[in-house]
């Protein structure tokens, strides 16, 4: 059974930095492109980032060019998310996604931008 | 970017009514389109991927019809537990968007 399992979350001051992760299982995790997706408190699904199953491929959305990085170590099954320059614009609770629009997300963990 | 909009916004039905829900995207999207059901404080869980294709475990009531620019989300009778925020998403033209969700109220 394929679990995602999100790591990391938590209240970090504007322009802070955090690290998010997400343990993957029971699926051969380099087969699969992996994202992220966020959802600000009450509000809809954005799309965040992409990573191939490799890992040599990423692509983000504009909102968070040039601040957010994704990464995955195949070794070790694991996706990360380094979350730089935090903006009160970025809280919202973030989902890893296996092969988006065909696969399973994980429960999620929230991210919270405030002094 | 692709611009999803989802019809109506809220809808309100009763158990065992037939409850139809539209996507509508601002261009092509072939058959990249999926739907998921979010419930409070839980993660999205997809129902159809591929505009048709039911994924694993979801209940026959629940179907997707549509290419192109036009998708139908139908459930054909309603259970009390299908309340919840529906979501098209497509993956035909990166980047990934999402439509702006249905609320389905059960009366």
């Known amino acids: 059974e394929v679990s995602l399992v999100e790591s990391g979350g938590g209240l970090v001051q504007p322009g802070g930095s955090l690290r998010l992760s997400c343990a993957a299982s029971g699926f051969t995790f380099i087969n699969y492109a992996m994202s992220w997706v966020r959802q600000p408190p009450g509000r809809g699904l954005e799309w965040v980032s992409v990573?191939?199953?490799?890992?040599?491929?990423?692509s983000y959305a504009d909102s968070v060019k040039g601040r957010l990085t994704i990464s995955r170590d195949n070794s070790k099954n694991t996706l990360s998310l380094q979350m730089n320059s935090l903006r009160a614009e970025d809280t919202a609770t973030y989902y890893c996604?296996?092969?988006?629009?065909?696969?399973?997300w994980g429960r999620g963990t929230l991210v919270i931008v405030s002094s | 970017e692709i611009v999803l909009t989802q019809s109506p916004a809220t809808l309100s039905l009763s158990p065992g009514e037939r409850a139809t829900l539209s996507c509508r995207a601002s261009q092509s999207v072939s058959n990249y389109l999926a739907w998921y059901q979010q419930k409070p404080g839980q993660a999205p869980r997809l129902l159809i991927y591929?505009?048709?294709y039911r994924a694993t475990g979801i209940p026959a009531r629940f179907s997707g019809s549509g290419s192109g620019t036009d998708f139908t989300l139908t459930i054909s009778s309603l259970e009390p537990e299908d309340f919840g925020v529906y979501y098209c998403?497509?993956?035909?033209?990166?980047?990934?968007?999402f439509g702006q969700g249905t609320r389905l109220e059960i009366k």
């Open positions: 990573i191939s199953g490799p890992g040599g491929t990423t």
């Open positions: 591929e505009a048709s």
């Open positions: 996604v296996k092969d988006i629009g065909y696969g399973s």
């Open positions: 998403q497509q993956r035909g033209n990166w980047p990934v968007t």
